[in-house]
């Protein structure tokens, strides 16, 4: 017979102790982790889940190991001041996207748990391609219209605001006349991955 986590009643005659005590060893027991082989996975240092609503603070890893990153800033870290003076947005690489993906989508917030405005929204990045690497759009990739029509990149908001990357992979491409909150609605409702990395917009010396 196996193991099992409660320990077996010898065969003498001492009662037990009584509900307390026993509610005690019970708490112990699950408190030490019984039965652990400590061998179970555990969750990357850094990173969170990213199926939830509310976008982590500095990076969250998609399913499969889907990840987007920032070439010249650390998740979570301040972003270059060189873009801030040029006003281009950063380069970002991505890796591990999702088998049965047709089209990426990225979209670029600022943090805000109740209600993160949409900055920019670019889709037509397709599955096998790298990163964005700043400059033109490559053909094909495109701008999605905000709540005011623009499509293009908006440059920075104040400093010390986090500005949250989310690369999305959708299954089916969007639709041509698919704006930028009809992207987010559908990354963070049905998309086959999604994955995060945020900067913090810093202050530029004056």
Sequence with gaps: MGRSCRRHRG?????????ALILVAVAALVAAGCGSSGRELRTPP?????????????????????????TDFAPGGELPARLLETGEPPTLAWWNIPVGTTELVLLV??????????????AGLGPSSAGLFGGPLPPGVRGLPR?????????????????????????????PDAGASDA??????????????????PALSP
Excluded: I, K
């Excluded at 065969?11 to 037990?16: A, F, P, Q």
């Design 11 to 19: 065969t003498g005659s001492r009662r037990v102790a009584g509900p």
């Design 109 to 122: 917030s600022a943090f805000d748990p109740q209600e993160p405005p949409v900055l920019w929204a670019v």
């Design 184 to 201: 987010w609605n559908l990354c963070y409702s049905d998309s086959l991955g999604l994955a995060t990395v945020s900067g913090l917009v």
């Design 46 to 70: 850094g990173f969170a889940a990213s199926q939830a609503r509310f976008v982590p603070v500095n990076q969250s890893q998609g399913p499969g190991g889907m990840l987007v990153e920032g």
């Design 147 to 175: 709540a005011g029509g623009e499509q293009d990149w908006p440059g920075y908001p104040p400093a010390g605001t986090r500005v949250v990357f989310s690369l999305c992979a959708l299954a089916a491409p969007l639709s």
